[in-house]
């Protein structure tokens, strides 16, 4: 079982940068495969980007590779999601998920491939 807490949401300009953490429970998070997802009103959730369980691969969305950059610290069992350049679009609430045995690059950005989902945190980027 693992618990999930998302943080570091909040309001920031077009251009400027947050910094968003997921905090875990349980000992065998080093084995989970985590991603980062977010919903925007009236939208479905979206895929934003994964990182292994070794941290030895990431993977990201078009729409924020460049922008954003996934990280790990199992010691610390902390998953970190670098936002910079933020645009307005990029608003929405953000959640972070941890799933095992994701076997190919392609399921990363399934939602049905993760197991264990945070409360999400607020990003809103003004103009």
């Known amino acids: 079982q693992v618990q999930l807490v998302e943080s570091g949401g909040g309001l920031v300009q077009a251009g400027g940068s947050l910094r968003l953490s997921c905090a875990a429970s349980?000992?065998?998070?080093?084995?989970?495969?985590v991603g980062w997802f977010r919903q925007a009103p009236g939208k479905e959730r979206e895929f934003v980007a994964a990182i292994t369980s070794s941290g030895g691969d990431t993977y990201y969305a078009d729409s924020v590779k460049g922008r954003f950059t996934i990280s790990r610290d199992n010691a610390k069992n902390t998953v970190t999601l670098q936002m910079n350049s933020l645009k307005p679009e990029d608003t929405a609430v953000y959640y972070c998920a941890a799933g095992s045995y994701l076997y190919y690059r392609s399921w990363y950005s399934s939602t049905s491939r993760y197991d264990y989902w945070g409360q999400g945190t607020q990003v809103t980027v003004s103009s």
């Open positions: 349980g000992r065998t998070f080093s084995s989970y495969t």
